[in-house]
Structure formats: C-alpha cells, structure tokens
C-alpha cells in the first residue's frame, strides 16, 4: 500500500489521469489491471514496489521503462501500436495482448527500467513562463536565470524558442521549437526584447539531453499517442545542442542559497520552477520560502530579484511573479499542467 494505496488503486488513479489526453495508455493500463488481477509479470515488478510513496509515480515508471523499450527496437509487436514508434494503436485487445506480452518477454528490462525516475521535462510550460519572463525583463535589465528542478534543462533555453501570437511574438524566428496559437485572452504589455546573461539550473537527478542515453529517457516519459509534444521535446533537445545550460546535481533550497550570497549588480536575477514544489517536503519548502524572502529583502533597484513559478492549484496551473525591491506578488496567466492553452490574467 502506497500512501494508503493499493497497487490496483494506483493503477486505477493513472488510467483516469489518462484518460482524456492518452486513450492508447487508457487502453494499456486496463491491461496493467487485469495483470494485477491474475499476478501476472506487471504484478511482480510492481509488487515489490508496493510502499513507495504517491509521489514517486510508480505506474507512470512502468510505463516509462516499456515505453524506453519500445523505442529502442526491442519490442516490435508493441511498437505496431505505439505512435511513438511508428504504429497506430488498433484494437484494444490487441494493445492489450501485446503489451501484457511484451513485459511477460521483456520482465527483466522492464523491472530494472522501472527503478528510474520519472523525469518529465515539458517545453509547453515555456508558453506559459514567458509572459513572467518578458514582464521582469520591463524593468530592463539582463537576466541571470537560475531555475530549481531543472530536470534536463530544457526550459532555461527558453528564449531561444519561438512563440508567435496574433498580437506579439518573441524568441528565435527560426527555433525548432515553434508555439502559435498558445495563448487565449489578451495580452499583457511585454517586452518585446530580453538579453538571458546567464542560465544555471539544479536537480537532484539531472538529465543531459545531448545525450542518447539521456534523450532516450526524456522520450520515454511521453505518452507514446502525444506526438506534438514528442516533436517539440525533440526540437527542443535540438536547441539544448546549440545552446549550453549547466543543471548542477543538487537539492533546491541549498543550491538556490549558494547562488543567492552575491548580488549581481546590473542583473534582474529570476529564480523560477515549474511543477516542482510538490517533491519538496515541509522542511524543504520553509527552507526555499526563508532563502527567497531573505534574498528578496536584500534586493536593490540595481540588482531586482524576481522569483516565477508555475505551479498547480487544483486543476491547473498559476503562473505567479512576486517582485522585489518591494516584494509585490501577481498572478499572470493560468495553463494546464503541461502548458498551453495559456490565458493571461491581465
Ligand atoms: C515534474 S518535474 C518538472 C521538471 C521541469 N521543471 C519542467 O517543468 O519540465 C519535477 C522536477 O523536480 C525535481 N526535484 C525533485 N526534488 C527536488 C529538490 N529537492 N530540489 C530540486 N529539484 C527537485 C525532479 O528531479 C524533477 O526534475
């Protein structure tokens, strides 16, 4: 039992987050539950797992480490159903069958896949982090990024994306990673230019994404029937080639704390996260509060310090500025979870 559920529950849990927007795992995880049902392969890689806590999306796990396999050319008769891989999904028994005897064949890989963790790094919450961006750069100074939960990065390359709206549009002409019709409502006044001096992330568990290795991962955490946002993670891990960010191996709150000892004169400095907070515990989160509030109280006109966040509140997310030298928080835009649509709050 995790957290007060069981394995069957869990499973149940992420067929209905799945439901609306991934009907091929809506269709896979009837057959998880089945499994479960009878003890079959996927109730013994899951069994021993059975006490990890909620947070650490075992069931997403599995499906990540069969998926990872299934892009890797080790399982032909699932690929034929995995968009991802080429194939269309069919007939739900046949998914089904597939599947279930995919990790019958494959028990081993898929056991050992599923003691990764779940790394979800979502370039769509970029749409979203831009308007915060472009509304701190109005103060118009340059930027020093420093982002918490950095995952591969991805996101701190921000700028070298392009997102083009019927009013405004910002970033590299010619990016891979292209966002139109993202935004719903008016439009604040942005900048319309923004210099990023310096970008650093943390992670306790970063990816490099101009790796196979690390590129393979991110992919695998991708519904394999979203397409549209598996391009844009691989147009993205395109731009990560050409434009370096460090992700430091750390813990959130100490890092951030190291960075925050030296003002930067000359520098708007911008901490941000997205859908992050919630891996932090209690203790973590007081620590990270004290450690911006501390940083923000010795904020100057000459050196500004932002902090940005994209964070859920019930079934969406908020996008929130708080601003110092006088420490004035916004609520800008409300998207989904993995960005667009974006509606800005004006
Ligand atoms: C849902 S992912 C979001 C990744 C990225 N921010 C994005 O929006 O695509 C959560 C990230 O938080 C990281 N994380 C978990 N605990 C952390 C901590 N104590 N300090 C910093 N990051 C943490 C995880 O490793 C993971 O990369």
Redesign the pocket.
Known sequence: VSDGWSLAGLVELQRHGCALTSPLYGTVLAAVAEDLDRGGPCHQILAPHAGEPLGSALVLRLLGAVHRLVLAGRAPELAAHYPSAGGTPGSPEAVREAFTTTVARLAGEVAAGTDE?V????VG?SAALVGGYLTVARLGLPLRVL?????AG??LRWDRFRYQADDWSFGDPDSPVRFTDAWRGTTPPLATGCEVADRLG????PIDPTTPAGAALLRSFVWPDQLDRLARLDAAIEVARRVPAEVHRA???GWLAEQLVEPEPGLTTVIV????MQ??DHA?RSRFSATVEQAGARATAAAPLAWLRLEPRDDRAELRLTLWPGGHELLLATSGFHGPPVKWQG
């Open positions: 963790a790394q979800t790094n979502e919450r982002e918490i939960g950095s995952s991805l996101n943390c992670d306790p568990n813990d959130g709150p996260h997205s859908i992050v891996y932090l973590a």
